[in-house]
């Protein structure tokens, strides 16, 4: 007859910490933390465990695994922030705000990177002694050295500083120097020097003088897929796959001209981690962002000429190409929606330092004409300290070309009542 024996308390806390390291180590293996965008702009939290060309997998907010076809979302993207902490900021007498969150996501801005007309970026460094006719050499760390024919070249920056405007297509390209000076001219190769055609002159200036080279090309529109990946570089694939370890495996287009394929004979380049991929156009052509469009009308208030216009930031490097817009209000913008526009979305948010006074609200409107002329209301948000956010996300009105979002003052006036839009996005269906 056998007889049960107490387990000693010290066996129970050794199970329970070894069972606490398995779930985090399982949760930790659970992929890595994303925002899905399906294809009504709605965003929803995952952490993504794998992909190729035609499915994602992640695990949902409940922690179920789910696999669905990538024609179902236009987007994936970084989460917009961290966790929040257990600060406030005191606001007055009384007043302090909510936990604050950790800073937002921004995607790095590579010193050195080489931009293609068909919307492909490549981080890595020019390779001085390669200077091609009418072309250049690059090299990057995973992908290898690639040679380009300058006709589909669009920038080359050599060294950081402030993106040089696009020059217009068909124009003289432009040579931005590292002591601010500018040349115009004909780009006829980059490698050890830049040589271009001025007038009648050849002119050679030494690379470690040039900050960035503009051509004078011709965008192409961008393949319908693109990976934005952790180093700055935005590639369109062949083909892309996860491995059970959770490596990312990246295919090289059919035309990819690279010197150094692998070894192995096949095109797929040496594997990345699959937090490499910050983010995915999965329908290029399906999401739209709003801040790549040019306002058609912009009004403010005729008293407030210090408060200044809309501005758009970090468009060079926003993750696909959702920048921010700040609106000081109060102020109305409108733009020309793309045809088979459906959808508006974005977050509109009163900045930090605009909480001790800022009470506002944001209207968005389908309208017919200039000035708002016909317009029907959408959307109309409250901003102010205790909500210093809210989310957007409405169908346009049909047969209303332009979208309007309007910035009006609220409690106490127009003090501090300024909005930043953030990923701000239209849905354009076929």
Known sequence: MSRMRSVPAWVVGVAAVLMASSVWAQDHRAGVPRVLVDRRLQERAVRVTGMDGRVIAYVDATGLPRTEPMTEFVALLMPEEGEPTGSAIPLGVGRSSGPQPLPRFRPPAPS?????TDGQRFAGALVVDG???????????SMGTMRY?????????????EQTPAPAPGGPDLVALANGDRVEGYVESIGREVRLQAGETTRRIAVELVREVALANEPKASAARQYWLRDGSVVSPRAVRTTRTGELILTLGLDEPTENPPKDGTDELPPLQLDDLIGVAMDARALVPLARLTPVAQTGSADRWWSGPMRVVGLGTALLGLADIELPGPMAVEWVAPRGATRVAFEAELPRWCWTWGDLEVVVSSVDGAGGTGGTELARRRLHADQPRARVNVPLERGKPRVQVRVEAGVGGAVQDRVVLRR????VEP
């Open 112 to 116: 050195t990177l080489l931009e293609l």
């Open 131 to 141: 200077a091609l006719a009418e072309g250049l050499v690059w090299t990057h760390p």
């Open 149 to 161: 024919d300058l006709g589909a070249v669009l920038r080359v920056r050599l060294q950081a500083g």
């Open 424 to 427: 701000a996005a239209l849905l």
